[in-house]
């Protein structure tokens, strides 16, 4: 770093709460650098996602060796953090390695971002089983996508766990929908509210068999239409050639006229030439 280096930590980059102290240590994610080549002026950020993501890759070594993938991170700063983890070792736990040997691991991150909460969480290419595993702490009975078209899911959770589910102002629902990239609907397990999914279920079905076949129809009159001008431009180049070939047959024709019209025309020349009496030479008397 060079001296005289300006280090600017904004006040929207700052984790909500937070009361840092002069000399105090804390971990930073470098968003950007500025002016280079002269004075360096670098911004940095504490509320970042990114931010979490390296820490995890400082203290948790099978992270940083590519043992175990950080699948996906949602974060709301100072409150708390969701992490999809998946491992491509069958005999290393992805969960387990990131919490570490009596929670070490992730304590340590947390007291980095002074106290906010972190859930790990198994990644799943399924997704309703990843959306389920999104939404802990709470419980869920069942997830239904909705329309995988538009990422639209409905979940069925215990009444006695709405509530968690949804969580503080929305907060768990929010992070979990950033997670797994779904929105999500979630309402109390009673059979009003399977019914309701069930409807809006069949809604989307129709309505994706209703787009897919509107999408099959515009795809046949649009090919429809390119054999239509194929043909047209076949016929439109058939004519052309036929034309060039009637002009050069003309063109040919007319040459060979001239040709006839020039031998006539020498013939008639070389006639005239014999039948013309010779001139006689005058000649004067002295």
Known sequence: MYDKTEIYLFHNEQIPGEDLKEGQSIMVYVTNIANKQKKPIIKISRVRKELVKRMFELEVPEIYDGVVEIKAISREAGARTKIAVWSNDANVDPVSACIGPKHARIDAVVKSLSGEKIDIIPYSENPEEFIARALAPATVESVT??????????????????????????????????????????????????????????EAKAELAAKAEAEAKAKAEEEAAQQAQAEQDAEQAQDAASWEENWQVQNADAEEDDLLLSDDDTTAAIESAIDAPAETPETTEA
């Open 145 to 202: 996508i909705i329309n995988p078209e538009e990422r639209l899911c409905g979940v069925l959770v215990p009444a006695n766990q709405l509530s968690l589910a949804i969580g503080n102002r929305g907060q768990n629902a929010k992070l979990a929908a950033k997670l797994t990239g779904y929105k999500i609907d979630i309402k109390a397990a009673t059979p009003e509210n399977e019914a309701l999914i069930a409807e809006k279920v069949e």
